[in-house]
């Protein structure tokens, strides 16, 4: 990484929680209501990586049943 991106994420990462504060500034004067508690802030990278792995067995399995079935088929062939 170079300076020019090092500055780019520090920049963002300011502006977010500039804009989290400014937030719950509001939401303390009564501006706007607060914000509700958000199950998937908490848990989503833990269902993100559930869901990977999940994906990754559900896959295994289809392409060991694929690769049975072809065997299966070949080994029936009657050459």
Same mark, same amino acid.
């Given at each position: 990484?170079? @300076?020019? @991106?090092?500055?780019?994420?520090?920049?963002?990462?300011e502006r977010?929680?500039? *804009?989290?504060?400014?937030?719950?500034? &509001? @939401?303390?004067?009564?501006?706007?209501?607060? &914000?509700? *508690?958000?199950?998937?802030?908490?848990?989503?990278?833990?269902?993100?990586?559930?869901?990977?792995?999940?994906?990754? /067995?559900?896959?295994? /399995?289809?392409?060991?049943?694929? /690769?049975? /079935?072809?065997?299966?088929?070949?080994?029936?062939?009657?050459?």
């Amino acid at each position: 990484m170079n @300076e020019k @991106e090092i500055l780019i994420i520090l920049d963002k990462i300011e502006r977010k929680k500039f *804009f989290k504060l400014i937030q719950s500034q &509001a @939401e303390k004067e009564g501006h706007i209501s607060p &914000a509700p *508690f958000l199950f998937l802030k908490k848990l989503g990278n833990v269902l993100q990586y559930t869901g990977g792995i999940l994906l990754g /067995i559900f896959s295994g /399995i289809f392409t060991l049943l694929l /690769i049975y /079935i072809m065997v299966v088929y070949l080994l029936h062939l009657q050459l």
